[in-house]
């Protein structure tokens, strides 16, 4: 049976807070019967909608904390997020941008939270206190181990992936992280997108030429795999930014020694399923 969940499985109702989730919407979302406004091959989210969400007064102080290095205003008006929009963010851990997504999105819009349990077990509590009692209501949580996606064809207008792309090489079977058929994977993405819609992806990046495994060991990739894997998928890079990029980062540190965490040298890049 496939571990998966359009909204929260039951053994996680009460820890990620999700009871005031609306199942309905779910199961609207799971069957494709969600609609949204196809986004322009132009479309960049106005700076003030962005800062608008930053400055939300329902976020949390912890958030807040992380803004500056995050840069997630920048961010977000890169992507291009509009109002009404559908959004995957895979592998959301807790959920710092489903929120920031949700106020951007709006009530016409919605975001579908991904988490596997790994990411679930090293986000904590951050999950439960975000969602707890419904307070970010247009957003779903989806609940599905590697290779378990099992996403709607044509149903998003955006998918992110922050810090979270070089999962796709990582393995550990001990905590329950599956070796990821990267290119089943990137299959399942790209047709869960409706064309024209916009694959935003921010990743530490590894030194030029690193080897892919470099994703699972240092937990970053060269940039150029990224773009190599993408285009292999039918996506088309439109843009890059360097807006959280940082030349004195040490590329042979994991990510999460206190020496670099949090200040990594990041990539940003916009990439597109064609119309």
Known sequence: ????????????????????????????????????????????????????????????????????????????????IQPGMVVLD???????????????VGPEGRVVAHNNTPYLS???????????????????QLIAENNELDLPVQRFDAVVMIKAYHDVYFVDEEIGWARIDRPEFLREVFEAMKPGA??????????????????????????????SDMKAAGFVLEAQSDILRNPQDDYSTRVFDDSVRDRTDRVVMRFRKPL
């Open 1 to 80: 049976m496939k571990k998966i969940a359009w909204i929260c499985v039951a053994a996680l109702l009460v820890a990620s807070g999700c009871s005031g989730l609306d199942p309905e919407a779910s199961a609207r979302m799971a069957n494709g019967a969600m609609g949204s406004s196809r986004p322009s091959s132009s479309a960049i989210a106005q700076p003030a909608a962005a800062d608008a969400a930053l400055k939300n007064p329902q976020r949390r102080p912890a958030d807040r904390t992380q803004d500056d290095r995050r840069k997630a205003a920048a961010v977000l008006e890169f992507f291009g």
């Open 90 to 104: 895979l592998y959301s851990g807790g959920g710092y941008y489903s929120e920031l997504l949700s106020y951007l």
């Open 122 to 140: 090293f986000a904590g509590t951050e999950v439960a206190e975000r969602y707890r009692g419904g307070r970010l209501p247009n957003v779903e």
């Open 198 to 227: 916009v694959l935003g992806i921010v990743d530490h990046a590894a030194a030029p030429g690193a080897a892919a495994e470099t994703g699972g060991t240092l937990h970053r990739i060269d940039p150029e795999i990224i773009k």
